[in-house]
């Protein structure tokens, strides 16, 4: 038995240009994944280890209390108002849900899901676990009297850091509704705006007082430095998110109750995100200037953990020049065609190796 025909693993073919990096003298620099390497917030590690001998299974609606904390961390951080706890539900991460929210939704065979032609890789590997075709575009136009099931956004994106204006989600949003298309905004690195302020889809202005068709995924991946907890939640159209808890409760998608407690902290923990931000916009300092003095041009990179870089060459050539100095990135191609003469650098590193590379970049 097969299962449905995917593309491979990206990151598997940096193999050989992370080789190169690593055996640089002063070892590598990978700036080539969004992980996080900042500590975790002592008051969150508590949190996960307060609840460490409760036997019982975790709600797969989560607990109340974390359920209320997404609601108030969406409405002070992110003017978004009118989502009720019980259309929050907690997820096992945001890649899982990403995966499998065609699949959640009922999308099928003969469907089509809308992903960025610039665009995170699992977008398409959702449709395509669900059987649907996928259409890649950012002109709503080029898609003429289509009626897709579901429609991706991302701002800032991953990867070109781009945000997305209220008018754009707007006009998103409309043509949505007059062809009953879901909508999913993916809005992992919303906190992280530097030169543009990101607005939610869920946002009062945007979606003008209805929720229907609409969902936001969001992650502590970023934010809170969460990316081994696993943990993320999606919220929007009470309708589509009960019929999401439904599925779930069958499929045993549950987050761990430790981490639900872990989440909790976090949400309610704005000062903990402000350090982080002020580690990320520090780090962005030091690497957009030195990249562009070695003869790079950023483009977009408003917002988000990643600068979207280019020498005016193929993607795979600036991966090897920057692996000969010991600094591995991301080739644009992983993202969609469009991304063929562009890398993807991340902000993910420590200090002492962000600084490493601004010194390699400069030599």
């Known amino acids: ?12 073919s940096l193999a050989e ?12 620099v990978d700036l080539s994944v969004g992980t996080p390497v900042d500590p975790v917030a002592d008051s969150i590690r508590a949190a996960l280890a307060s609840v460490s001998d409760v036997p019982g299974y ?10 209320e904390a997404a609601v108030g961390a969406l409405r002070r951080r992110h003017g978004v108002w009118g989502i009720e706890p019980d259309a929050v539900l907690p997820t096992i991460g945001s890649k899982e849900l990403v995966a499998w929210l065609p699949t959640l939704l009922g999308v099928g065979a003969g469907d089509t899901v809308v992903i ?8 398409e590997v959702g449709a395509l676990l669900a059987g649907a075709a996928v259409a890649r575009t950012d002109g709503l136009t080029a898609l003429g009297p289509a009626r897709p099931k579901l429609l991706w956004v991302n701002s800032p994106s991953n990867p070109t850091g781009k945000v997305l204006g209220l008018a754009h989600l707007r006009k998103v949003v409309e043509w949505a509704r007059q062809r009953g298309t879901v909508v999913v905004s993916d809005e992992c690195y919303l906190a992280l705006g530097w030169e543009s302020d990101p607005v939610s889809i869920l946002h009062p202005d945007v979606h003008g007082g209805s929720l229907d068709n ?17 943990a993320g ?43 982080q931000r002020a580690r990320y916009a520090a780090r962005r300092a030091v690497l ?3 990249l562009e003095r070695a003869g790079f041009h950023i483009d977009d990179s408003e917002a988000g953990l990643y600068l979207w870089a280019t020498r005016g060459e193929p993607a795979r050539e600036t991966v090897d020049w920057l692996a000969r100095r010991g600094i591995l990135v991301a080739p644009g191609t992983f993202y969609g065609p469009r991304g063929g003469e562009h890398v993807r650098v991340a902000l993910t590193a420590t200090d002492e190796r962000v600084n490493a590379a601004a010194e390699r970049l400069a030599e």
């Open 1 to 12: 038995m097969r299962g449905p025909a995917l593309p491979d693993f990206p990151w598997d």
């Open 214 to 230: 609409l969902l936001a995924v969001h992650s502590l991946s970023k934010s809170a430095n969460l990316a081994g907890y696993r």
């Open 58 to 67: 975790p709600a797969t609606h989560g607990t109340p209390a974390l359920r």
């Open 17 to 28: 240009p992370a080789a190169t990096a690593r055996a640089h003298s002063g070892g590598i």
């Open 288 to 290: 957009r200037p030195a």
């Open 233 to 275: 939640f999606v919220t929007g159209d009470p309708t589509l998110v009960r019929g999401l808890l439904a599925v779930r409760k069958h499929a045993g998608m549950i987050v761990p109750r430790p981490v639900q407690e872990a989440m909790t902290v976090a949400l309610n923990d704005d000062e903990a995100l402000r350090e």
């Open 116 to 123: 960025p032609e610039l665009a995170y890789p699992t977008y």
